[in-house]
């Protein structure tokens, strides 16, 4: 018996060890395929694609840790706030959406349908950045100015500021909102007495830079910041400027004393089915350390209620502003602003309309410029079009320079008449001969050196639309050297250069630095690039 | 050795499969007891889901909840219910309109909550100079919505009223609340309001509706631009403070679940200010499946349950709970409520709805 057990025992452990890898074996076999892990679409590492307003550019850099920590990877892909509503209200396919606010887009009733959860993110007051020394001599650092004491300065010549097309870009638009219910005695239906519309249009007079988007805005201020009092931004663009040494001297903020209107940067989901990658991402965004970096890396207010604030965004009780609940109350204040209430423009179109300009690009030209006649029905196209009081100079160019073609828009009954000619113009234009590009252009600044003698208060650009090379007249020293003796006034007017077709993408850029202006690509489509450019108009 | 290592080996082998399999099929049996359920939530009840002791207290009676939230009046319109085991949105009308749409399913109200004004305490100060609110014991403030319902009529403004310094402003003294087309506690605060413009008593017929829509329209329209659900403008209470929401109307549950955090988004200068009258919220679960109706009866009789709910502000059957609570944690909350009224039936409630909806365009 004795002589058996040791090997039995033996035999035994063998047995449990082959009973264990036996059983480990089956019951991975059985258990396993209820417990495996499903293939999930939500897991792989395809990015979700955001629809993001440009502002949104400094969260950029915090997208890694976010992939790392939750396994979602988002791209973002940029647009203004108001292009964005009108894409996802067009049912542009993205799964996310967020914007530095989305109030406007709920406005819409397209939009609206296809938001399926929201979540702020963060908060963003648009408030104004008044060079030290200004804000000092106006006392505005020790007692915060209210929007009709900005206005009085405006109208003065005593503040003069950048703030971007409310139309095109965000920033302005809040802006714009605030302005009127600030001024308005029945703020919550934003209607304005006869004296309340005059002090809007004073405000407006010091109005000298407009842009289509925050960030280019906030570039031309650099630039331009010797002839500027201020600017209109969110908090967190303006406290970025102060920290960029890009400054001769630091912008005091000012908050005005009726109140501001609050960006509040909120992350909409519009496809159900991603949901739970949404919440992660949320959840992620509203963790404390997050919340934290967000308000240091980005100078956004948190929306966690537990983070006190840092120093930097001041202590003072910040009042919002109603905002509209109607869709067309917000088109009635954008309409007013455009028609009424800014500084009339005057843009001078230098259009090319050289041989090479024949067949599909002549049909082109001739479309992107109905299109500003009211040809363009979508909100952005209405919103682009040609404005009342608007005046318009073409300057069609060959190997020499044609007569420039003037219109003026008229109000109300008016406007439809004062098309007409207009639509005409752009219908029979016809190409043929060489390309005198600097010759034009030179003309069309001296049209703008006489104008301000007796027009000092419209709001004057260029828009240089070429598909070629420049082969006749001036060449861009000669233009250089017309352009370095006009008065600083008239060399302040930025030339929109918009390649097209075989355009020199070098000698563009080059005008456009010259000018202070910005290059847009036609050639995708040339109607949108006239379309964008009418938000730095 | 063969002859005896063979059946050995044959029979554990047997054994082993036999355990393995015994092993396997008890751990779907556990996996099988435990379901899986979905539900729409009205977003003032999200945190309680969350809760790990809430999901944990849930499994102990198998249940594994998943939910996703929306404006409760959204939940009955805006989402296709048969996917759902249980909607839970908050309000009896919300529930109401839920049930018209499928049919006779099985109720529960496991917790309910006062509507309430969060405020601030100089806000608060001006008011009671204006005559609007008063203390009551040291804590708390009465918010009389009869006086106040008369500044809306005649659009009164911050600037305008008495002692106003702390908040001269010049927006009209009105009480946000969330897009009463979306969401309950708009439709809660539309309840008490009508009961007040019809001269104290709940509206019941549509001459009376006729009566007090025109009067109700501006508390609704001038309020521009309001939130989804009832998150919204306690966030931005919350974050933006009293310059963006100087009176929000809320759920009492969401201002106490807030003080109770850690940390918590209260602060010393906030105040809860409570309308006479008063309107109970009620949150009624909807059992939409078998399993969805099983959560309701669950939440309404598990007693650990019943305390979580406590924790997360809302009130229960058990007011002696809900007083020891306020009581530790220095909560200034009237343990009970006296004047109470009822919401008007769902088909007055949702034609003065409609009324505002068509006038909101």
Redesign the interface.
């Known amino acids: 018996m004795n002589s058996t057990t040791t090997p039995k025992s033996k035999f035994n452990l063998f047995n449990l060890i082959v009973v264990v890898i036996i059983a480990l074996i089956a019951w991975s076999w059985f258990g396993g395929k209820s417990n495996a892990p499903q293939p999930d679409g939500q897991n792989d590492s395809r990015a979700l694609r955001v629809l993001a307003g440009s502002e949104l550019k400094d969260i950029e850099p915090l997208l890694p840790q976010l992939e790392k920590d939750t396994g979602v990877r988002l791209k973002l892909v940029y647009t203004g706030t108001l292009d964005g509503a009108e894409q996802l209200a067009q049912g542009a396919d993205y799964p996310l959406a967020w914007f530095s606010h989305a109030k406007y887009l709920e406005l819409l009733e397209g939009a609206r349908n296809r938001v399926v959860a929201r979540e702020k993110i963060a908060l963003s007051p648009v408030i104004l950045g008044v060079n030290q020394s200004r804000a000092k001599a106006l006392g505005w650092d020790k007692t915060a100015p209210s929007w009709s004491d900005l206005a009085a300065r405006a109208a003065k010549g005593e503040f003069k500021f950048a703030m971007t097309n409310p139309t095109s870009s965000n920033s302005g638009f809040s802006a714009l909102i605030a302005l009127i219910a600030a001024l308005s005695s029945d703020p919550e239906n934003f209607t304005l007495t006869a004296p309340q519309q005059q002090t809007v249009q004073d405000f407006f007079k010091g109005q000298r830079l407009t842009a289509g988007s925050s960030g280019w805005l906030s570039e031309a201020f650099v630039r331009e910041q010797a002839s500027l009092d201020g600017l209109i931004n969110y908090e967190s663009v303006l406290l970025q400027l102060n920290q960029s040494g890009q400054l001769k001297e630091p912008l005091t903020l000012i908050y005005p004393r009726e109140g501001v209107v609050t960006a509040d940067y909120p992350l909409l989901l519009l496809d159900a089915k991603k949901r739970a990658d949404y919440d992660k991402v949320v959840a992620w965004l509203k963790t404390p350390a997050i919340q934290q970096r967000l308000m240091k890396d980005t100078d956004r207010r948190p929306i966690l209620p537990s983070i006190p604030l840092e120093a930097r965004f001041g202590s003072q009780t910040l009042i919002e502003l109603p905002f509209p609940g109607q869709r067309s109350v917000v088109d009635r204040i954008l309409t007013s602003y455009l028609d009424e209430q800014r500084i009339p423009a005057h843009a001078y179109f230098v259009i090319d309309l050289s041989g090479s300009m024949q067949g599909e690009r002549i049909t082109a030209l001739r479309q992107a410029l109905l299109n500003l006649m009211g040809g363009d029905t979508s909100l952005s196209g209405q919103f682009s079009s040609f404005r009342e009081r608007e005046e318009l100079s073409f300057l069609p160019f060959r190997n020499i320079v044609e007569p420039a073609v003037d219109f003026t828009i008229g109000s109300g009954a008016g406007k439809e008449a004062s098309l007409a000619p207009a639509r005409q113009f752009a219908q029979d234009l016809t190409p043929g001969g060489g390309t005198a590009i600097y010759s034009a252009l030179a003309e069309a600044y001296h049209k703008i050196y006489v104008a301000q003698q007796q027009q000092p208060n419209r709001y004057y650009s260029v828009v240089l639309m070429t598909d070629g090379v420049n082969n006749n007249g001036m060449d861009f020293d000669d233009f250089r050297a017309f352009f370095a003796q006009l008065p600083a006034d008239t060399r302040k007017i930025k030339t929109f250069p918009i390649l097209f077709g075989d355009a020199d993408t070098q000698a563009m850029q080059q005008i456009a630095d010259m000018t202070g202006g910005k290059v847009f690509d036609g050639n995708k489509n040339l109607s949108t690039a006239f379309k964008a450019i009418r938000g730095y108009q | 050795?063969n002859r005896?290592?063979a059946p050995?080996?044959g029979f554990?082998?047997l054994?082993?499969?036999g355990?393995?399999?015994y092993?396997?099929?008890n751990?779907?049996r556990a996996?099988k007891a435990q379901t899986t359920i979905t539900g729409l939530i009205g977003s003032e009840k999200e945190a309680f889901f969350a809760d790990p002791r809430v999901q944990q207290a849930l499994l102990k009676q198998d249940l594994i909840v998943k939910v996703?939230?929306a404006g409760s009046r959204q939940i009955a319109t805006a989402f296709d219910l048969k996917k759902y085991d249980f909607a839970f949105p908050a309000g009896q009308p919300a529930a109401d309109k839920i049930l018209q749409g499928v049919g006779k399913r099985p109720t529960y109200v496991p917790f309910f909550t006062p509507m309430v004004i969060a405020s601030w305490q100089p806000i608060a100060k001006i008011l009671e100079a204006n005559g609007v609110v008063r203390e009551k014991d040291g804590v708390y403030y009465w918010f009389d919505l009869d006086r106040y319902f008369a500044w809306t009529q005649q659009?009164t403004r911050w600037k305008d009223l008495k002692n106003s310094e702390a908040y001269p402003?010049?927006?009209?003294v009105?009480i946000r609340t969330t897009d009463v087309r979306k969401s309950n506690s708009a439709a809660m605060y539309l309840a008490l309001m009508s009961y007040i413009a019809n001269g104290q008593r709940v509206v019941a017929s549509r001459e009376e509706m006729d009566g007090v829509i025109p009067k109700l329209l501006p508390l609704f329209?001038?309020?521009?631009?309001?939130e989804?659900s009832s998150e919204?403008p306690l966030?931005?209470y919350?974050?933006?403070?009293?310059?963006?929401?100087p009176l929000v109307m809320i759920y009492e549950s969401q201002f106490i679940h807030e003080a109770l955090?850690t940390?918590?988004?209260i602060r010393p200068d906030m105040a809860l200010l409570y309308p006479e009258p008063g309107l109970f919220t009620r949150h009624v679960l909807v059992g939409l499946s078998e399993n969805g109706a099983r959560l309701g009866q669950v939440l309404s009789d598990d007693p650990e349950l019943q305390k979580l709910a406590t924790e997360h502000g809302f009130r229960t059957t058990d007011t002696a709970a809900f007083k020891a609570q306020a009581e530790s944690r220095k909560l200034a909350v009237p343990a009970q409520l006296v004047q109470i009224i009822d919401p008007p039936s769902y088909e007055t409630l949702e034609g003065m709805i409609q009324a505002i909806e068509q006038q909101?365009?």
């Open positions: 050795m005896l290592l050995v080996l554990l082998l054994a082993g499969l355990y393995a399999i092993t396997s099929m751990g779907q996996l996703e939230k659009e402003v010049n927006k009209s009105l329209l001038r309020q521009g631009y309001t989804y919204g966030e931005n919350l974050s933006m403070g009293m310059g963006s929401s955090k940390p918590s988004g909101m365009k």
